[in-house]
């Protein structure tokens, strides 16, 4: 029927999957069917939340930044109360919206975030899980962007390290890290150890 939960689930997996072939706009119509179904139905409070969060990811990629840190924001505040602070996918909500506002130049509230939950994340999800490296490599980001690239050098090294022994180095997650080491190499004048890095 139009309101199982078996239906939700699959309309929420039809938005991400469309999300993932690029076409944001289906994938937001989706998804919103999904948080709406979601709603409705006892017990899947935690769902909604989930597929709020993908929506979040989803008006992030259209460039709708403001929608996108309100729906984050809103999304994580009810995680933390639903799921707790150190449910993985609270901390994944919280790593994105962090990484939102780093992109926005909003770099004091980007570090807030990620003040809160890192030492959480390495703690529940290790290391060299992929989420806790996007947190390096943002809280990197941030550093290079406010000129303490010594700083950055030590974060991005340190996630690259640690998701190279998790992943190998040539994960995603790992090169994002490593871009951000070369920067903070090259903007430290260690131009062959950055030529190296990239």
Known sequence: ???????????????????????????????????ALRKTRAGEGRSALFSMSYLADVLRAQGRFDEA??????????QKTKCGSEDGETLKTASWLAELRSLEGNFAAAEAVLD?????????????????????????????????????LAVSTRAVKAGSAALGPQHPAVLQAAKEKARALRSEEMIEEAIEER
Do not use: K
């Open 1 to 35: 029927g139009e309101e199982h939960g078996q239906t939700a689930m699959s309309i929420h997996n039809l938005g991400v999957t469309l999300a993932q072939l690029g076409r944001y706009d289906e994938a937001e119509e989706q998804l919103r069917r999904a948080v």
């Open 116 to 152: 809160e939950i890192l030492d959480t994340q390495i703690r529940v999800r290790g290391e060299g899980h992929p989420d806790t490296l996007q947190s390096f490599t943002t809280l990197a980001h941030v550093c290079n962007e406010q000129g303490r690239f010594e700083e950055a």
């Open 69 to 78: 840190e309100a729906l984050y924001v809103q999304t994580w505040e009810a």
